[in-house]
């Protein structure tokens, strides 16, 4: 059980918008910088958000953050099949002291 | 260009141990807390440990804490993760990646440890079995 909660599957056609959620609680989302990372199958991890909503270099303004209070959402306009991956919401946790990781989204494009 | 190199991984008996490398390059290793995350075939992303730019602070998730242990060597530009007494659930592909860049004072950036991870590695195979 992870201490992050995402939904485990999203699906959206070529061109819509899709959000995906990251709940948690004071003492991780609520007090700290939220992360989003993407995946692509067989591949490392890749940063897409970070604190929060910022993007880095590279990454293309269709990937967008977003927190408020102990919850974040990740969203992702003019879907593309190329989108299609694992997406990961992450935070420190400062009851646990280490970071923490959601169980992941698999986010299809039909 | 920021770079990350884990090496070590292989096939273990149970109760075995082993240790992996990371090595860094392309940025001011010295400066920079990191973090080992492991992925299990098929699961999600699971934090491991973190040590910070200095080595003042290290922290190990419950699941390795007592089994595993996170150092560095600053003046190798490397990162370890040394592994006790493995298990088959230890099984997983480990990274090790950087915090990104938290500030810059004096000519230098840091990142803290308690931020999010910026650069991955590729990852290094563990496999636990007898």
């Known amino acids: 059980q992870s201490v992050l909660t995402q939904p485990p599957s999203a699906s959206g056609t070529p061109g819509q918008r899709v959000t995906i959620s990251c709940s948690g609680s004071n003492s991780n989302i609520g007090s700290n910088y939220v992360y989003w990372y993407q995946q692509l199958p067989g591949t490392a991890p890749k940063l897409l958000i970070y604190?929060?909503?910022q993007r880095p270099s590279g990454v293309p303004d269709r990937f967008s953050g977003s927190k408020s209070g102990t919850s974040a959402s990740l969203a992702i306009s003019g879907l593309r099949s190329e989108d299609e991956a694992d997406y990961y919401c992450?935070?420190?946790?400062?009851?646990?002291?280490?970071?923490?990781f959601g169980g992941g989204t698999k986010l299809t494009v039909l | 260009q920021v770079q990350l190199v884990e090496s070590g991984g292989g096939v273990v008996q149970p109760g075995r141990s082993l240790r992996l490398s990371c090595a860094a390059s392309?940025?001011?290793?010295?400066?920079?807390?990191v973090h080992w995350v492991r992925q299990a075939p098929g699961k999600g992303l699971e934090w491991v440990a973190v040590?910070?730019?200095?080595?003042?602070?290290?922290y190990h998730a419950d699941s390795v804490k007592g089994r595993f242990t996170i150092s560095r060597d600053n003046s190798k530009n490397t990162l370890y993760l040394q592994m006790n007494n493995l298990r088959a659930e230890d099984t997983a592909v480990y990274y090790c990646?950087?915090?990104?860049?938290?500030?810059?004072?004096?000519?230098?950036?840091?990142?803290?440890?308690?931020?999010?991870?910026?650069?991955w590695g590729q990852g290094t195979t563990v496999t636990v079995s007898s």
């Open positions: 990646a950087k915090v990104e860049t938290a500030y810059c004072s004096g000519g230098s950036c840091y990142g803290d440890y308690y931020y999010g991870m910026d650069v």
């Open positions: 992450a935070t420190w946790d400062d009851s646990l002291s280490g970071q923490v």
């Open positions: 604190r929060n909503n």
């Open positions: 392309g940025f001011t290793f010295s400066t920079y807390g």
């Open positions: 040590m910070s730019y200095d080595g003042s602070n290290k």
